[in-house]
């Protein structure tokens, strides 16, 4: 996502002070603050210009609420009697991690479920604490002199700990890539269900809601911001894992009490075939302390950009199919390479909004005062790919020719072809060389004693196929998860380059 507010246009801005963030909370106490919404500000910049709106606002409100998987919670459950330093601890039979002292552990949202994977995770744990449900906690231990106990089950509720401490090291991406899929064949992704050639596009984020777009250098937003965080009151406490600021892709660590929340803005979530995450909902207030904030809280849908990406290339880089607005994502349909195509959001737009809201009422009520950071988020940090100490095997570096034919070509034509040529697919091809579909030595076999002639009737036209650029392991799982034995390997035109068999990573995995 790139937010367009150009650095030349804020320079133009006055940023002499024009208040205070002890002014701002006196305003709060005495119940005459001005607080907006960052939707509202944008109209409110647009209809009375910069000056006028920054000398009458004092707060911005933002809100964001969406799938936010690096998210969890430290839990402390007491000491049992006898005592148990717990080694692996279950909730729910959701393993949580335990590194640390006897009884804390740390329950992460992707987590799923030993006996119901990819439905139950770690963040529907958290919702039904929160939600003051009882939850089941099973733990072992090898046993020690001072903590003799081997075994422990029991039940507990939020009330029951002593600590619940809402921590997530990534929450509220200041920019997201939507996502699209250029394969043949339905994906199923952290970006949700992708429709095959294209077919869909999926995007995150709540665009001018957004809080980090609304203060994209950070100018306020540091290390003790105060923010809403799960419906209750929750802290910045520095910046997110993999925080990318110079590609502004900033992110924010928060921390703030579970036992203070509400399962309205903290949701378990299971995305099909990929596992479970945790909705969260987050607000950030940004006070309007000179011109430059008032105009950088104005930032608008159609002045937020993201690009479009390829997912189905299952790559680091993926291919930028084109780039788009918010208001045109917003707008539940976008061209793509000439079609238009429906757009989904995986953010409740509707939540973020409610958010801001809520975020508005608590400062206008006085129940809510900010807090200056102590210290901003880094702008300068260099966000590195994972260091790779060994070779990646992929597709184009195993494939083979293909042997080939036309769907004009009898089945007594293809039969000579497998025979002469040894092999046990032939790629059926059109005129150009693209994929049109596949014939095995066995469908031939079966004609023969069906005593068919006809080529076209045995070919089988749904192909499961590759691109060249996939790793290796990529092919294996296809040709198990379809149960096939081969797999042509194409171009992004369908133009047929190779092929690659179940006989070819044998060969390989028997380092042949």
Known sequence: MKVKTPHAELEKVDDKPIRSYDEINEKIKRGDVIVVTAEEMVKI????????????????????????????????????DPPIKMERVWINDVEAYHGGAAVDCYIGATKMSQTNPFKYGGGHVIEDLVAGKEVEVRAIAYGTDCYPRTRIETTVTIEDLNQAILCNPRNAYQRYNAATNGRDEVIYTYMGKLLPNYGNVTFSGSGCLNPLCNDPDYETIGIGTRIFLGGGIG??????????????????????????????????????????????????????????????????????????????????????????????????????????????????????????????????????????????????????????????????????????????????????IIVSRSVNHVVVVDEEGKLEGIVTSFDITRAVAEKKTNLAEIITRKVISISPEEPIEVASRKMKEHDISALPVIDERKKVLGIITSEDLSKLIGGE
Request: charged fraction near 25%; glycine fraction near 8%; charge should be positive.
């Open 45 to 80: 910049v647009e209809e009375e210009g910069v000056a006028k709106a920054a000398k009458e606002i004092d707060v911005v409100t933002t809100g964001t609420f969406g799938p936010m998987c690096s998210s969890g919670a430290f839990l402390n459950f007491g000491h049992a």
């Open 235 to 416: 802290y910045i406490i520095g910046e997110g894992t993999q925080h990318n600021p110079r590609e502004q892709f900033g992110t924010l660590m928060v921390k703030g009490d579970l036992k203070k929340m509400s399962p309205r803005y903290l949701r378990g979530a299971a995305f099909t075939k990929y596992g479970t995450t945790m909705f969260v909902g987050v607000g950030v207030p940004i006070p309007i302390l000179n011109q430059r904030l008032a105009l950088k809280t104005a930032v608008s849908d159609d002045e937020i950009t993201t690009k479009i990406l390829d997912y189905g290339v299952p790559r680091l880089q993926r291919p930028v199919i084109r780039e788009v607005t918010y208001s045109e994502l917003k707008s539940g349909r976008v061209e793509l390479n000439g079609e238009t195509v429906k757009v989904s959001p995986l953010s409740s737009i509707s939540m973020a909004r409610e958010i801001a809201e809520t975020l508005k009422k608590w400062i206008e009520n006085g129940e809510f005062f900010l807090s200056a950071p102590v210290e901003r988020l880094p702008r300068d940090t260099v966000f590195k790919p994972m260091k790779m100490t060994k070779e990646v095997k992929y597709v184009k570096s195993f494939m083979r020719p293909a042997v080939t034919c036309r769907s004009s070509n009898s089945i007594e034509d293809v039969a000579k």
